[in-house]
């Protein structure tokens, strides 16, 4: 099984609809991210967390939160999709400590479609 | 503001032959930079990593060559085989001020390595 596992790994929606994507991982890390990728663009941080009780938004936040319900699960919702949300959506854990670098480890991939 | 530049978007290169990929930098507080690798259909994998307070770090074919005062790096893998081509994202962070857990991605650079 994978590390960090994403799903769905693929999903069609209308504009409008409430989409979540959720992720699970098995590191054991307590930080956890949500990153989306666009065509010709670099991942950018949409939020992240530290620990259960410690979320965060990213530099692309607006339209999007977050859930993390335990510290191996955190999911992102789209309360409201809209087609400038099409984009390949990543998570990602680590156990950074604040110190050296921060080695992230993603999971496959969700990517979503908003018609 | 794009902080991580990968100015060129693709390379091609012959197997055996050295790829070069180059990413350069505007923030001056990046204290730590980072490559990942990604192929279609997965996630980003961390590939090499390297510390502003060296210049140089090596692990098997894989070489990532830092100048500080120009802003710039580079990965070189020597030598390329076909199993390399993927896209190659740069990503720095700072070391300080609290958000040394926040990596800034490149746009990425597409290497095909040719049999």
């Known amino acids: 099984d994978a590390d960090v596992t994403q799903t769905p790994r693929n999903r069609i929606t209308k504009t409008g609809k409430r989409i979540m994507l959720e992720c699970s991982q098995t590191k054991g890390h307590d930080r956890m991210y949500w990153y989306r990728q666009d065509p010709g663009l670099g991942l950018r941080l949409i939020y992240y967390s530290f620990d259960v009780k410690d979320i965060n938004k990213g530099e692309i936040s607006d339209g999007y939160s977050v859930s993390r319900q335990a510290q191996a699960k955190f999911s992102l919702s789209l309360e409201s999709a809209i087609p400038n949300q099409t984009a390949l959506y990543f998570c990602?854990?680590?156990?950074?400590?604040?110190?050296?670098?921060?080695?992230?480890?993603f999971g496959a991939g969700s990517r979503l479609t908003v018609l | 503001d794009q902080q991580v530049k990968q100015n060129s978007p693709s390379l091609s290169v012959q197997e055996g032959r050295i790829s070069i990929l180059n990413c350069d930098y505007t923030?001056?507080?990046?204290?730590?930079f980072l490559w990942y690798k990604k192929y279609p259909a997965e996630g980003p994998t961390f590939l090499i990593s390297i510390s502003s307070i060296k210049d140089k770090n090596e692990d098997g074919r894989f070489t990532v060559f830092l100048n500080k005062s120009a802003k710039h790096l580079s990965l070189h893998i020597v030598p390329s085989q076909p199993g390399d081509s993927a896209v190659y994202f740069c990503a720095a962070s700072p070391n300080s001020g609290g958000s040394n857990y926040k990596l800034t991605f490149g746009k990425g650079t597409l290497l095909t390595v040719n049999p």
């Open positions: 923030n001056s507080m990046f204290d730590y």
């Open positions: 990602a854990t680590s156990d950074f400590q604040g110190t050296g670098a921060n080695v992230l480890t």
